[in-house]
């Protein structure tokens, strides 16, 4: 092994890939994972927290799409697989990769702080401190649970959807009267599982902006292998392509009694489900604006309307945030976390960012992009622009990526797997070489 010497924080499917290709580099690493297994948000029930997969969780992207570009998922899987099959996914690409030679478990980072003059001193779980070159994070940004901030104050039970595991655990669901607040794609999986009448709930769905809700399945085949994106057409062509099919879908959540969408398709990222148009339809789940205060076991809601509930399950997201480093250093108000590839803060060259992206429609194939840059960049075959390009690129990226969606925090790291996966390997990774080109003149 050669070149620097390289930290990665955390095992999860970041961490790995990112691990996967130090090692087809030759590149000497050290991977620390909190947990005593990896995985990350996969690992259902991951001791280190970090895991938001509830019980009955299917993924939401087909296996054709998820896969890892040189480690297909097993044909034998379904369509849409379970979380402990994509765990064994996992575990397989760990294996074959021979990678668990170079996690340390149950040994995450406490600190991270840069040197003076570049590198980094690392303090382990342990409370060891070791000194590296490099610095890779991957920590994820679906652990931290984000909370809405109502007037009032509700008397009854509540928990964040990160922590729901089934209708039993962590409270018992039987009878009560509950409402989701949220309409993502686990606001509708646990919406659905819960408003079965075999629980014999009342289970009510409230929204602060309306949604898209996308069928799985087109023609009988998985949705997401119908379209691509092409960097040879302008994105805003291809959206309202995607917009006007929407009616053939009927994907418009007004047709089921949500709120209408505040924004166009594309605008915000779409749900996926296609059980709760069938459960709003049926009536099982019932449809309501935003909350705009709480009043002990009362909520009341945008439309002048009021219900009584027992239980709230809070599904509004995740802040993203860095335990290890100090506030001052690196942060993310409101999410917002400008980056160079959505990869490196502009003059800190050893420190690398992976995974985190809101990537349509898959993030497994975009970090493995993203895996190649950092091992070409640790090789000496990749060189980065100076501050004020990689600043100028940033602006413009963003405006590419996200400046036609909602302006939320849940926005703030959208990404076209697509159309950045072909910037990488056909423009930034070149562009790299002849960086370092001219440099040697």
């Known amino acids: 092994m050669s070149g620097p010497t390289t930290a990665v924080i955390g095992a999860g499917i970041s961490g790995l890939t990112s691990g996967k290709m130090l090692t087809d580099y030759g590149i000497a690493y050290t991977c620390f994972e909190a947990s005593d297994r990896i995985g990350g948000n996969w690992a259902f029930g991951n001791p280190n927290g970090h895991s938001s997969a509830y019980r009955s969780l299917h993924i939401d992207t087909s296996k054709d799409r998820l896969s890892f570009r040189d480690f297909p998922m097993p044909e034998d899987y379904p369509d849409f697989p379970h979380h402990t099959q994509i765990k064994d996914y996992l575990e397989s690409y760990a294996e074959a990769f021979d990678l668990n030679r170079n996690i340390e478990f149950q040994n995450g980072v406490q600190h991270a702080r840069r040197l003076d003059g570049g590198g980094w001193e690392i303090t382990d779980q342990a409370g060891a401190v070791r000194r590296f070159d490099h ?199 409101d999410n917002h976390l400008p980056l160079y590839k959505r990869m490196y803060k502009p003059g800190i060259d050893d420190l690398t960012f992976v995974g985190f992206a809101q990537a349509t429609p898959t993030l497994f194939p975009f970090v493995e992009s993203q895996a190649r840059l950092l091992a070409a960049h640790l090789v000496g075959a990749y060189a980065l622009p100076d501050v004020a390009e990689m600043e100028r690129v940033i602006k413009e990226d963003e405006a590419k990526y996200i400046g036609h969606v909602l302006k939320t925090p849940r926005h703030t790291q959208q990404v076209d797997y697509f159309i950045y996966e072909h910037d990488i390997r056909a423009r930034e990774i070149p562009a790299g070489r002849r960086r370092i080109l001219a440099g040697r003149r």
């Not at 606001?187 to 996308?214: F, H, M, N, P, Y």
């Not at 059980?275 to 309501?288: C, Q, W, Y």
């Open 135 to 333: 610095l890779v994070v991957a920590n994820g940004h679906h652990w931290d649970p984000r909370y809405p901030d109502f007037p009032g104050e509700f008397t009854g039970r509540t928990l964040h959807s990160h922590h729901y595991i089934d209708p039993r655990t962590p409270f018992d669901f039987f009878g009560a009267r509950i409402l989701v607040v949220g309409l993502g794609n686990s606001a509708a999986d646990i919406a659905v599982e819960l408003s079965s009448k075999a629980l014999q709930t009342e289970v009510t769905l409230s929204t602060r902006s309306g949604a898209w809700i996308v069928p799985k399945y087109v023609y009988g085949r998985p949705a997401d292998t119908m379209y691509r994106t092409t960097p040879y057409l302008p994105l805003s062509w291809q959206r309202k392509i995607m917009q006007m099919a929407q009616p053939m879908n009927g994907s418009n959540g007004t047709l089921y009694g949500l709120p209408t969408p505040n924004h166009k398709f594309f605008e915000a990222h779409p749900t996926q489900s296609v059980e709760l148009p069938l459960r709003l339809g049926s009536g099982d789940v019932v449809p309501k604006p935003n909350v705009t205060r709480l009043d002990g076991s009362t909520v009341h809601f945008e439309d002048g309307t009021s219900d009584d509930f027992d239980i709230i399950v809070w599904a509004t997201g995740y802040n993203i945030t860095f335990p290890f480093f100090d506030p001052d250093f690196i942060s993310a108000p």
